[in-house]
Structures are given as C-alpha cells and as structure tokens.
C-alpha cells in the first residue's frame, strides 16, 4: 500500500467519524419547545414550556415535572408557632401553617438531620392532613429518597412531629426537595 | 472532575438563640447535621443575622472551617468545597453564642457528587 493511499484512507476514515458526531449532536440537541407537552412521551423526554419558561422532563413517575429541584427547609423550635416543635409530644398540624406552594408539584424526597439520635414519627401534612410519614429509628439521619406526593398550587406544605417515643429531637433540619409539576 | 447534580440544593440553618433548637454548632458541643446523599460540594452560602459582630463558619465534611463570612450579613458563591466525607454540613458560630444566639440564618447551596 503506498503512503498516498494510506493517507487517503485515514481522511476518509476522519470524515465519516466526523459525520457520525454530527449526526449525534444534531439528534441530541432536538429538544422541543412549545405551550403544550406532547403526547406519548419517552422516558426521560426533555421539553421547554415556553408559557411557563422552563424545561420539564417526562419523570419516572408518569409526570411532567421540572428538571430544576427546589428546596422547602423547616428547622424545629421550641414553640408550635415556629417550625416544628421539638419538645416531646404529638403535635396536630394547623390546616392554616405551612408553606403557600405557589405552583403545583411533586415531593421527590425529603429527610431529617438532628443533632442525635432520635426516635419518633415526622408527618409530611397537606392542608393539615398527613399524607406521608417517616418513621426514625434512633439515628441521625432519616430519609425518603424516591417519593411521589401531589400537591397543587396553593396547598400548604408543612411537617410536624407527629410521635416521639422518647426525648427531645435536638437541632433538627427538615428538607423536602420538589419539582414544579405541569400538564 | 466530578459527576455533579443538575440540581442545587439548599440547607437553611435558622438559630433561635435557645439552646438545643438551634441548627448552629455552638461551642463545639453537639455534631454536625448530615444529608442523605454521599458526597456533596458546596457552592455557596449567605448569612443574615442580628448580631453584628463575629464570624459564622461553614464546615463541609466535618467541623472545621471551610469558610468564613462576618456578622450582620454577607454572601459568598462560586465556591467548590468537598471533603472527604462530605456527608456533613455544619454552620458554626462563635462560642459567644452558646447561651443567647438571637436571631440566625445561615443558607447553605451545594450540588450532589
């Protein structure tokens, strides 16, 4: 084989490696944008709603649901007015506390952090019912990583402390991560 | 070169100068609080509070210090602090503080790695 045509066969080889990128990236950059989502979506489908000004994906869930989280943080308190309480007994969630969520959305996961370990039940509340609960079991460190809890626009998210079993729940942080749902 | 979350999340501390329900860590007595996620690097973080003198610390991976910002209010962003076990996530604030804290927030923004 002489160096000419070894050197022309590299050139082609170049070029159709280059086309195949090209290909790629023009297949992966489709992502559509519109006022509304578009039937039968794939798994893991990205779209940008226009109307809304953000980009959502098709989640796991069955859901639209937006690819930027946000994060609802409650720290305890001594006193039920503030946070939640952290003294040693049930506390009934107030239909009027919480969070004015100001779009409808999805709880993906939530935890809580405290100081010690601790035990008892923290309820997740909609309007003042519970709709979801963590049981802790001395640690701590307590989470749910893979939830699917609706709530819509102008619900009022909130968590308390539902049960204690023993002691005071010490420098507690609770964190329920979201994404803004839409249809 | 980290995978790093698309998502930043957020951990706000808020002290209420009572002892035990304050997210601070004062007098390095009680232990820093954690997130369920194994690795995580802090972006940034501000702080507003009604003290006006002292420094309120940021601790990725254990107690000490990563950064620091001063009293009343102060922000910092493009940081890209990880520890080695960076599963924890502390503020502390000066030992001072340990009976009568006031009125506290420390807001801490960090990706998953």
Not at chain 2, 53 to 59: M, N, P
């Amino acid at each position: 084989m002489s160096l000419v045509s070894l050197f022309n066969g590299f050139v082609d080889q170049v070029a159709a490696e280059v086309s195949d990128l090209i290909a790629d990236f023009a297949a992966n950059r489709d992502i559509s944008l519109g006022t509304t989502f578009p039937a039968s979506p794939a798994l893991g489908q990205r779209f940008v709603r226009t109307d809304i000004g953000e980009e959502f994906v098709w989640d796991g869930r069955g859901k639209w649901l937006s690819s930027a989280g946000r994060t609802f943080t409650f720290t305890g308190s001594p006193s039920a007015a503030r946070g939640f309480k952290l003294d040693n007994s049930a506390e009934t969630p107030l239909a009027t506390a919480g969070v004015v969520l100001p779009y409808s959305c999805t709880v993906v996961q939530y935890f809580i952090s405290t100081a010690f370990d601790e035990n008892g039940v923290l309820a997740l509340n909609k309007n003042g019912v519970s709709v979801d609960t963590l049981t802790m079991n001395s640690f701590i460190l307590h989470y749910k990583l893979s939830t699917n809890i609706d709530f819509e626009q102008g619900d009022r998210l909130l968590v308390t402390q539902q049960s204690t079993t023993t002691g005071t729940w010490t420098r507690a942080i609770v964190c329920v991560h979201v994404r803004r749902r839409a249809s | 070169m980290l995978w790093l979350s698309e998502d930043v999340y957020n951990l706000t501390f808020v002290a209420s100068g009572t002892q035990g329900a304050s997210p601070f860590l004062v007098g390095d007595v009680q232990e820093p609080l954690m997130v369920p996620y194994f690795g995580v690097r802090a972006v940034g973080w501000f702080v507003d509070t009604v003290a006006t003198t002292g420094q309120l610390s940021l601790a990725i991976g254990a107690t000490t210090p990563d950064d620091q910002l001063n009293r009343p209010s102060g922000s910092r962003f493009g940081l890209a602090i990880a520890g080695a076990f960076a599963q924890e996530i502390a503020v502390l604030a000066p030992s001072t503080d340990f009976t009568a804290a006031g009125r506290q927030i420390a807001s801490v923004f960090y990706r998953r790695s």
